[in-house]
């Protein structure tokens, strides 16, 4: 047989075997599975779009119900006449929002235990704070401070606050105790005494302090007017205050270095506030409450045993608005007789 004869033999064989196949049970049933499995893939496929279309319409819907509840939840909030605000420093930005709310018609009645009230924790909120309060006073608003007058005093309330380690304060409040019932009112002494422990335990920690304090408070925030210029003038004083008092080796630093800081800056304060108008109270004993309130709307905040620092609120209740303008009632008769 040729070459040709072979060739075309064993093509029509494989012709032959290609037409069995095809026309058998088994081909059918293999053509059937694919097919079958195509329809199902394409069916698959098309199911699985619908379901990540669904979901993502599902996804959606449940975040605009979630910011519908959101916003529910926050116009409750809002519609409660007192609200908690958070722990010093974070009221003190509810505070400002208060003030930049002032109409020239408000009465503004502040309680603090320091006029520099911030100037550490929040700088920022400290000079928008001043800027605020003055150019109300000089717009005709009426401002009230009530403040604890360190003149005179030793402020160890604030010093076992922030420069006493808490383990000392038992033993230091014992010994004060101790003191007042002698009637010894001069607590300089054990002040110092606490003051010096407390420095050599933490060092790093007393160290951070002392450099956050020396931070400058002018060019924070700048105001292009004749008051934001005053201001700065101020804050140049008061920079210069802490640097006289603070800026030396830091193990030289002492409690009356940081009294005397106290001082010097509530100087500069009450000068300016006197110049502008602004009514100041001084009082001689420590406030156990800070509040700012303005034609009945108030920020307060109160110490808590639960908490190294205080507890701010919200309020629109008239009872602390009747609460608050009594008390300035009261200390007002009490420090004119």
Known sequence: MSNKEEAKSHSTKWARLVSWVRHS????????IVSSAAVSLLITIIIFVVEQREDAYRTESMINNLEDISNNLLDVQNSVST??????????????????????????VIFEDVLYYGILSRPENFIRMNH???????????????????EGRTFHRMIREQRINPCFWG??????????????????????KYFNKSREKNFESFSRNVDRYLSRLQGRISYDDDLGRELEQIYVKMDSVKTY????????????DYEDMYKGMSRLLIEKYLAHGIELIPLDEYLTMTCWLVSGRA??????????????FYSKDP???????TMLNGVRGYYRD
């Open 319 to 325: 009872a602390f608005s009747k609460y608050i303008s």
């Open 132 to 150: 605020m309060l003055l150019s109300h006073a000089d717009n005709g608003g009426k401002v009230t401070i009530a403040y604890y007058d360190i």
């Open 83 to 108: 609200r908690y605000l958070g722990i010093f420093p974070d009221y003190l930005l509810e505070v400002n929002a208060l003030l930049d709310e002032m109409t020239p018609r408000d009465s503004v």
């Open 299 to 312: 920020v307060l905040a109160f110490p808590s045993k639960y908490a190294t620092d205080e507890i701010g």
């Open 245 to 256: 008092y603070l800026g030396k080796p830091k193990r030289q630093i002492a409690f009356a």
């Open 25 to 32: 049970v088994l081909y059918k049933i293999f053509q059937f």
């Open 171 to 192: 033993d230091m409040d014992a010994e004060l105790d101790s003191m007042r019932r002698k009637r010894k009112f001069d607590d300089s002494e054990v002040c110092e």
